[in-house]
């Protein structure tokens, strides 16, 4: 099997993720959920991902996870994102504690701001 991607296209934290799959040459399919028509409250949809939004994976070995930022992590982990740079070498406790901090920054400082921009000059209906 093939590691299936629910999201949308267009939508940003699927985007996240199909930037780290690209990255890492990972194969994958884009199984679209179409949030627009509320295809993410479905009862199957929130089976594998309880609050009913996107994107969650399933993998070749069954794992279904949701949350964007912890599917990229997993993601670098599995696929050698280490010799890429995305995510630091095992062991490396500093390193691991500046990615850390770095990852709690962008959640907390940059991507609340980022997204606010996004929906208004996206996806707002004007």
Do not use: W
């Amino acid at each position: 099997m093939v590691l299936r991607l629910y999201g949308m296209d267009f939508a940003t934290c699927t985007k996240r993720v199909r930037v780290v799959l690209e990255e890492l040459g990972v194969a994958y399919e884009l199984v679209p959920v179409d949030i627009l028509a509320g295809a993410q409250h479905a009862d199957a949809h929130r089976a594998k991902q309880p609050f009913g939004q996107i994107p969650y994976i399933e993998d070749d070995d069954g794992l279904v996870l949701f949350e964007s930022r912890a599917i990229c992590r997993y993601l670098a982990l599995r696929y050698g994102g280490a010799a890429l740079g995305l995510v630091p070498e095992a062991g490396d406790i500093a390193a691991t504690a500046r990615f850390e901090q770095a990852a709690s920054i962008e959640t907390s400082n940059f991507d609340p701001y980022a997204s606010g921009l996004a929906y208004e000059n996206v996806f707002k209906v004007k």
